[in-house]
């Protein structure tokens, strides 16, 4: 299970008892098969005795439970059936108190080394859990998040969705207090413009509340200033990463109708259509800007002079793409079908349009975002179970190749690999020897040892396939131009070889 394909489980306060169980569940679901969650970088952990709840434990459990797994805990298979833990042990100290701050990135610098399903979840999250548990305690967690998250940390808004998911509902008092605090406007989004974490936080952390609580309170929740906030957020004096997550938390308040309306009134459509010139552009920013601002022209926010991108982009010279029907319920698919992205709490996951059964394939993928993806080969078989946080690389019939955390995955179960943290630009190849029974990754040329695990399983019937943690995206090259890095052995390729009509390669918006 990749790291956010986490369910969405709702936390009532009367959990008392089974909070560590929950706890468990939801990490095994953000970290299954993808265990960890991205480059954290190493992060200063600053501890006092202040802003902790006084039901929170103390001791060195924390260093224990926040170790990074060996090789042999990594190579376990992650049980998702694992036995409950009532609260804590006849033993068990209480946890110390701890700085808020302290331990928001404690979890962002643990959080990318949890791979299997039966590590003890971070101490960090179990303490920010309990902490949440009240009102202030909750209000203590999210102005934390958003006041120390770094803006440089590529999974920084992936773990924020991650916290605010782990913590309980918010009481509707605490949403208004949450309201007051921040005191939102469009003056404000002026404010600190060379210091764009806070924004970028601040709508991220919008985003996941109007993504929960959709319905009564996500209407509740955007208050004109709100509104107001996110739509400056979105002008081009902004940060991109700030525009880029204004637009994503506008298209979750949208999930709710009555929001959706007030929103299209305020002519973001107008905003829009200047930002979705971005969707070619070569800083990789920028793209996510001009992605999403397309993608919520096509599906959300339309205007009535603009030509919907499907009725317009050329695909004479594509015959492979992505399965619009044969993908995950959240993931966004490009009007073209070679580009993807998830901006849910989910694990999304697709396949492209063109099987194998023979010969020697290859594709490449450009990587847009550098968090965690599970990118290979996987057969009919292989199952897409999103809110449970399994995709590709987590059953017998998929392999993956992981360059955020480093791993190759096959049958839910993770082994390092020995490239570099991709970035983003660079490219990874995927060939596929059927004649050999091996598959083959590369990034940027270079090559890995040959997987050859799956063939146990399944010999035929291969499909390009790819997962997606929050906030990821990347482009698909099948063929349909030059590849960058093509590998010395003779190859085909799904663009010379498959054929779509017409009307199968339209993607129409939802």
């Given at each position: 299970m990749i790291v956010f394909g986490w369910a969405v489980f709702l936390?009532?306060?009367?959990?008392?008892?089974?909070?560590?169980?929950?706890?468990?569940?939801?990490?095994?679901?953000?970290?299954?098969?993808?265990?960890?969650?991205?480059?954290?970088?190493?992060?200063?952990?600053?501890?006092?005795?202040?802003?902790?709840?006084?039901?929170?434990?103390?001791?060195?459990?924390?260093?224990?439970?926040?170790?990074?797994?060996?090789?042999?805990?990594?190579?376990?298979?992650?049980?998702?059936?694992?036995?409950?833990?009532?609260?804590?042990g006849p033993h068990e100290p209480r946890r110390k108190k701890q700085n808020v701050d302290g331990l928001v990135l404690d979890t962002l610098a643990v959080i990318?080394?949890?791979?299997?399903?039966?590590?003890?979840?971070?101490?960090?999250?179990?303490?920010?859990?309990?902490?949440?548990?009240?009102?202030?305690?909750?209000?203590?967690?999210?102005?934390?998040?958003?006041?120390?998250?770094?803006?440089?940390?590529?999974?920084?808004?992936?773990?924020?969705t991650l916290l605010l998911d782990e913590c309980p509902l918010p009481t509707k008092d605490a949403l208004q207090k949450l309201t007051e605090i921040l005191n939102l406007n469009g003056e404000v989004a002026c404010q600190d413009s060379g210091?764009?974490?806070?924004?970028?936080?601040?709508?991220?952390?919008?985003?996941?509340?109007?993504?929960?609580?959709a319905g009564p309170a996500s209407i509740g929740l955007l208050s004109p200033g709100i509104l107001e906030y996110l739509l400056q957020c979105l002008k081009l004096q902004s940060h991109p990463t700030v525009m880029l997550f204004a637009l994503i938390a506008l298209e979750k308040f949208a999930q709710t109708s009555e929001n959706k309306l007030t929103i299209s009134e305020s002519s973001i459509s107008d905003r829009l259509i200047t930002l979705?010139?971005?969707?070619?552009?070569?800083?990789?920013?920028?793209?996510?800007?001009?992605?999403?601002?397309?993608?919520?022209?096509?599906?959300?926010?339309?205007?009535?002079?603009?030509?919907?991108?499907?009725?317009?982009?050329?695909?004479?010279?594509?015959?492979?793409?992505?399965?619009?029907?044969?993908?995950?319920?959240?993931?966004k698919i490009s009007p073209h079908g070679l580009e993807a992205r998830c901006d849910?709490?989910?694990?999304?996951?697709?396949?492209?349009?063109?099987?194998?059964?023979?010969?020697?394939?290859?594709?490449?993928?450009?990587?847009i975002t550098s968090g965690v993806m599970q990118i290979g080969w996987a057969t009919r078989d292989s199952k897409f179970l999103n809110h449970e946080g399994y995709g590709i690389g987590d059953d017998e019939y998929s392999c993956a190749y992981d360059g955020c955390r480093q791993l190759i995955w096959y049958n839910a179960r993770s082994k390092p690999h020995l490239h570099p943290c991709w970035r983003e630009g660079d490219t990874v190849g995927f060939l596929l020897d059927l004649n050999e029974k091996q598959m083959i990754f590369f990034l940027n040329g270079n090559q890995l040892?040959?997987?050859?695990?799956?063939?146990?399983?399944?010999?035929?019937?291969?499909?390009?396939?790819?997962?997606?943690?929050?906030?990821?995206?990347?482009?698909?090259?099948?063929?349909?131009?030059?590849?960058?890095?093509?590998?010395s052995m003779k190859f085909s390729t799904f663009n010379d070889y498959a054929f779509l009509t017409a009307e199968e390669k339209i993607i129409l918006p939802r």
């Open positions: 936390v009532s306060r009367s959990l008392g008892q089974g909070l560590l169980l929950t706890l468990e569940e939801h990490i095994a679901h953000f970290l299954g098969t993808r265990g960890a969650t991205a480059t954290m970088g190493n992060s200063c952990i600053c501890r006092d005795d202040s802003g902790a709840e006084d039901s929170v434990d103390n001791q060195q459990q924390q260093a224990e439970n926040s170790a990074v797994p060996t090789a042999d805990t990594r190579n376990q298979p992650r049980d998702p059936v694992r036995p409950p833990r009532r609260g804590r990318r080394t949890l791979v299997d399903n039966d590590q003890e979840p971070p101490y960090s999250m179990i303490t920010l859990h309990e902490m949440a548990e009240t009102d202030e305690g909750w209000l203590d967690v999210v102005q934390s998040l958003i006041r120390v998250i770094p803006l440089e940390d590529p999974l920084g808004p992936a773990v924020i210091h764009p974490a806070k924004h970028r936080n601040t709508s991220a952390v919008l985003g996941c509340l109007a993504e929960k609580l979705e010139s971005w969707a070619d552009d070569p800083d990789y920013l920028k793209r996510q800007v001009g992605f999403c601002a397309q993608w919520s022209l096509d599906n959300l926010f339309l205007k009535d002079s603009r030509q919907l991108t499907y009725e317009k982009v050329d695909l004479n010279s594509i015959r492979a793409m992505l399965n619009s029907n044969d993908v995950s319920e959240y993931l849910a709490s989910s694990f999304e996951s697709v396949r492209c349009t063109f099987c194998v059964d023979a010969g020697v394939w290859y594709y490449e993928v450009t990587v040892p040959p997987e050859k695990q799956v063939f146990s399983s399944t010999v035929s019937g291969f499909f390009a396939a790819a997962s997606f943690m929050s906030y990821q995206q990347c482009e698909f090259n099948f063929g349909a131009k030059p590849f960058k890095y093509p590998p």
